[in-house]
């Protein structure tokens, strides 16, 4: 069956960095667009990152454009997310999904606080 599993989350000062991972299992991956996306309690879970196929470059919300870089390793069907300069807006759990399905990780705590 899919599995999608996060982690790398972590609290962190306002200006550090962070770097999240998703390994998957149960499908083809190198077929499949990949998608980070962060929720906060009590607001919809919104896209941060879309990682395409075939080394195409990935897409970003711009609320992080400039400081998350995402990307993808077939060899080892993991997908990452590179935070930098994180904010305390940024603080919320951070999923993974795989495209044109319902299958998502369990999800990876991001605190961002002084």
């Known amino acids: 069956q899919v599995q999608l599993v996060e982690s790398g989350g972590g609290s962190v000062q306002p200006g550090g960095s962070l770097r999240l991972s998703c390994v998957a299992s149960?499908?083809?991956?190198?077929?499949?667009?990949m998608g980070w996306y962060r929720q906060v309690p009590e607001k919809e879970r919104e896209m941060v990152a879309w990682?395409?196929?075939?080394?195409?470059?990935?897409d970003y919300a711009d609320s992080v454009k400039g400081r998350f870089s995402a990307s993808r390793d077939d060899d080892s069907n993991t997908i990452f997310l590179q935070m930098n300069n994180l904010q305390p807006e940024d603080t919320a759990v951070y999923y993974c999904?795989?495209?044109?399905?319902?299958?998502w990780g369990q999800g990876t705590q991001v605190t961002v606080s002084s």
């Open positions: 149960g499908f083809t991956f190198n077929r499949y667009p």
């Open positions: 999904r795989r495209s044109n399905s319902n299958y």
């Open positions: 990682i395409p196929t075939g080394g195409s470059s990935s």
